[in-house]
Each structure stands twice: as C-alpha cells, then as structure tokens.
C-alpha cells in the first residue's frame, strides 16, 4: 500500500502533535507556582521502587535455576548492579556495568 503525499503529511503531524503533547502536558498539568496534590507526591515517591523491583522480576523470569548455569550470570549481574548503585549512587552507570558484565559471561564464560 502506497499513501500518498497528504496522507504522509497527515501521519507526520498526527505524531509531531503527539509529541508535542506529551511533552507540554506535565508542565500545563502542574506549573511551577502550583503544589502537586498528596497522590502525585506520594507517586512520585514510590514508582521508582516499584518500577525498578518489576524489572528485576522481569529480568529473572526466565532464568532455568535448576540447571547449569543456575542463574550464575543473572545473580553475578544484579549484584554489580547493586554493588555499583550502593558505591556511585549512578543509575546508569549501574546498569551498564551490570549490563556489560552479564553480556561477558554469557558470551564467553558460561556459553
């Protein structure tokens, strides 16, 4: 299916509107001289736990822990994560390191 020009202009606003809107909405939502409302505060405290516990969840799902490697690589990792959060306090670079080391070991060590 071929669109035609107008069509392709039509998606290309759609999307840049939908950008766009996403991107104001928070500040029209909640300016700056505005207090956020007790809920937004309180969601605001406890989804990044909650997201970051989802993930570990996510990640560890599939990991077979009765059989070679027992999820070595997978508790190798997450605890680099950990280690790196705990001594830099850097969420990246958590992450990458624990990302970098679980693609090492399963790549050459335990492949």
């Known amino acids: 299916m071929t669109l035609t020009p107008v069509e392709t202009l039509a998606i290309i606003l759609a999307l840049a509107a ?3 809107l996403t991107r104001w909405l928070p500040f029209w939502v909640f300016p ?3 207090e956020p409302s007790p809920v937004v505060t309180y969601l605001g405290k406890v989804l990044p736990p909650a997201m970051m516990g989802l993930l570990v969840v996510y990640c560890l799902k599939g990991v077979v822990w009765t059989a070679a ?4 690589p997978e ?8 280690l790196l959060h705990l001594w830099k ?3 990246l670079l958590s992450i990458a390191g624990g990302t970098a080391l679980y ?3 399963v790549q050459t060590v335990f492949a």
Do not use: C, F, S
């Open 69 to 72: 490697p027992y999820g070595a």
């Open 103 to 105: 693609m090492l070991l």
């Open 75 to 82: 508790i190798l990792a997450v605890a680099v994560v950990a």
């Open 32 to 34: 700056e001289h505005k």
């Open 18 to 20: 939908g950008t766009q």
């Open 89 to 91: 306090g850097n969420v």
